[in-house]
């Protein structure tokens, strides 16, 4: 099986929930790396450890989560897929990168958008996030009081200040 085919595959086998066939796509020492700063990100070394510690965990975090490739490009051992999510809260496009090696994915670089995973997740609550305003202040100067910059009429020298 191509290498594109083969990931196409495992988008298929996800969509139907056929994780025993999903399984069998992959090496069972997969590297599996989600970007981002959420839960679930990290470096996930073996397919159990992926499947257990992310995978299983999709349908209680996202709800009606879908997702669907757009477009795949192959070159060598990779593919890229560019895919199209959804889940209730979640509309969006990400990357994802793809090494086949002997048949089976070895690496899967999950290149999502992980505010957006952040925020379905509810991981961060922005309605009670601490507030802070932003003043800018501008101060005009003559161009006499700039010496070198006698050609200009007015300078604004921005004063920016938090309030907390």
């Known amino acids: 099986m ?4 083969l990931v196409q595959k495992a988008y298929d086998c996800f969509a139907t929930g056929d994780m025993d066939t999903f399984r069998t796509l992959y090496h069972t020492d997969v590297v599996v790396k989600t970007n981002g700063l959420h839960k679930f990100s990290g470096t996930y070394n073996g397919l159990d450890n992926w499947m257990n510690n992310m995978v299983m965990h999709v349908p209680s975090h996202f709800e009606n989560f879908k997702i669907e490739t757009k477009l ?4 060598g051992d990779y593919v890229f897929a560019l895919v199209h999510a959804t889940a209730d ?3 969006a496009d990400f990357g994802h990168l793809f090494k086949v090696q002997n048949e089976k994915i070895s690496e ?3 290149l999502d958008d992980s505010q957006k995973w952040a925020a379905t997740m509810k991981a961060c609550n922005f309605s009670t996030a601490p507030q802070f305003h932003i003043q800018v ?3 005009l100067y003559s161009a006499n009081d700039c010496g070198f910059l006698n050609h200009l009429p007015k300078l ?3 004063t920016i200040r938090l309030h907390f």
Do not use: V
């Open 89 to 91: 809260g979640m509309d």
């Open 156 to 158: 604004f020298q921005p």
């Open 2 to 5: 191509a290498s594109k085919e």
């Open 72 to 75: 795949m490009i192959a070159e």
């Open 137 to 139: 202040e501008l101060q």
């Open 108 to 110: 899967f670089h999950i």
